[in-house]
């Protein structure tokens, strides 16, 4: 048995399977090359009715219309809504999780601001009484569930999420709350 090692997919991976899934449905939809896009391997999906080839999707305008619906469903989770993936797949949310002080985590950018002033200076800890994440709810109804996780990209969603944040606090009471719950010991 060989073992795969998760990835991520990309939109382009969306856009071929989707194209297959096209021609398996009906057979006048065939794939051809896209000249006027500069990666190999991208093929423009045509549907062919009378004699005439017709361009259905290109991966150009695919590309677009799931960039939108990202867009789209960032400025929902920022906002404090809920983005549903339907299929049985759960939802995406924002959360606002109680900190656990047992485990400080250090604020690694006020401590280099202070050590340029200060050489030396002592590591900062975060003292908020909570913090904010994006998260996805799993519906429990997916096989092998545990093992697929969520990682939203850091170059669009993370950042925003927290630049939102930090130009806006009370927007973080918007999010579902999560306590802290220290783990049950395994002596007790």
């Known amino acids: 048995m060989r073992i795969v090692k998760p990835r991520n997919h990309t939109v382009i991976d969306?856009?071929?399977?989707?194209?297959?899934?096209?021609?398996?449905?009906?057979?006048s939809y065939s794939?051809?090359?896209?000249?006027?896009?500069?990666?190999?391997g991208v093929r423009v999906l045509l549907q062919e009715k009378d004699g005439i080839k017709k361009i259905v999707m290109r991966y150009v305008l695919f590309r677009r219309i799931i960039e939108t619906y990202n867009q789209y469903g960032v400025d929902l989770v920022i906002e404090g809504g809920e983005l549903e993936l339907g299929g049985k797949m759960g939802k995406i949310i924002a959360r606002r999780v109680e900190r656990n002080f047992n485990k400080p985590q250090a604020d690694i950018a006020t401590t280099l601001k202070m050590r340029k002033i200060e050489p030396g200076h002592p590591m900062i800890y975060r003292t908020e009484e909570d913090y904010c994440r994006i998260s996805w709810v799993k519906p429990k109804q997916i096989p092998n569930e545990k093992s697929y996780s969520f990682d939203p990209a850091a170059g669009n969603f993370k950042t925003k999420f927290s630049h939102s944040i930090m130009a806006n606090p009370v927007l973080k009471f918007n999010y579902r709350f999560t306590p802290y719950v220290p783990p049950k010991s395994l002596t007790a």
Do not use: T
């Open 31 to 40: 794939l051809e090359y896209d000249a006027s896009y500069r990666a190999k």
């Open 14 to 27: 969306v856009y071929k399977a989707w194209c297959l899934k096209k021609l398996e449905e009906d057979p």
